[in-house]
């Protein structure tokens, strides 16, 4: 991976101005060049260690093990979550563990990607079994890279409850970075690239106008409200009592504009024909497009999905711990 590759890093996959897009490409040369280049290819001093990332559910910690995967082609990518590495057989674990570490050394450079690693590596207590507490030491061997060398080997992991992890597991992710829920510009952009692919109405106004209401909304649930929205057409269709003919770009070819398509209107509206949608010829049908109703009264029916007391331990925990993103 060179400099160049790490540059473009990310920035075909993540909306640029949301929080995740500014951390990872402002850390991303200390975070990932350091671990996956060869020595020669940057400055010794600026050697970083694994990465530990803790967000509030839904700001896109899965997704950025996708677009590492992309991006990062010529590096072995390993996705691992609690399921792969459980195994009810004594001593099975610890040993899924110390093969995931050995693997990813013999096809350095490498990213092993840990999901969830709190089910993992929670705090030790009295009531912890005793597998646990041996995955838990494997985890923490592999990681130190006792007898073994870890160079070109970063692994990433991700948790949205970073307060219950194990305090020297802790110690083993140098940097510990807290990516915030989404500012208004990137939410902003969020229902943006929720509605390209989608016919709409929404000036830019709009879209301004929703990243403004949405505070406390996560990239999910912007996800989820966008979706609620772009079933007012479908309903308008099903619900009509009357339709009209319009002219448009024909569903066939956006090219060609055709004169005899139907849409749904109000009974009084000029041109008006009383009938359902069940007789209309499907491909004579034209949904209306999206517009700001439909987009406010979806915005009304959702609230975010992130608990405001989860949110003030992960600031505390980054107070405390980390950095922010």
């Not at 610890?94 to 590596?121: H, T, Y």
């Not at 160079?151 to 970073?162: D, G, S, Y």
């Not at 749904?264 to 024909?273: M, N, R, V």
Request: net charge negative; proline share 4%.
């Amino acid at each position: 991976m060179t400099q160049g590759d790490i540059s473009q890093l990310f920035s075909t996959h993540l909306v640029k101005g949301s929080a995740s897009f500014v951390s990872l490409t402002s850390c991303s040369k200390v975070l990932i060049l350091t671990k996956l280049t060869d020595e020669s290819d940057y400055d010794a001093g600026e050697t970083s260690g694994n990465v530990l990332r803790s967000t509030p559910p839904g700001t896109g910690k899965s997704f950025l093990a996708k677009a590492v995967a992309t991006e990062a082609n010529n590096s072995t990518f390993f996705s691992i979550s609690s399921s792969d590495l459980m195994s009810k057989w004594l001593g099975e674990s610890e040993k899924l563990v110390k093969n995931l570490f050995q693997m990813a050394r013999e096809n350095r450079p490498s990213i092993i990607f840990i999901d969830e690693i709190d089910s993992l590596c929670g705090s030790r207590g009295e009531n912890e079994s005793e597998s646990a507490r041996r995955i838990k030491t494997e985890f923490l061997v592999q990681m130190q890279g006792v007898g073994s060398n870890n160079e070109q080997v970063l692994v990433l992991a991700a948790t949205n409850i970073p307060w219950v992890l194990d305090f020297a597991i802790r110690r083993r992710f140098e940097k510990r970075i807290y990516i915030p829920l989404p500012e208004t510009g990137a939410r902003t952009n969020m229902f943006k690239l929720n509605l390209v692919s989608t016919r709409h109405r929404l000036t830019d106004s709009d879209l301004c106008e929703l990243g403004r209401r949405s505070e406390g909304y996560s990239g999910a649930d912007i996800s989820i409200l966008v979706r609620d929205a772009l079933m007012a057409p479908v309903r308008k269709v099903q619900t009509a009592t009357h339709f009209k003919r319009v002219s448009a770009p024909s569903p066939h070819d956006e090219n060609i504009t055709v004169h005899d398509l139907l849409t749904p209107c109000s009974p009084g509206d000029k041109g008006a024909i009383e009938m359902d949608w069940m007789n209309v010829p499907s491909d004579k049908l034209l949904e209306p497009y999206v517009d700001m109703t439909d987009m406010l009264a979806a915005l009304s029916r959702s609230k975010p999905t992130v608990n405001q007391d989860d949110l003030k331990k992960l600031i505390k925990f980054t107070d405390d711990f980390g950095q922010e993103g």
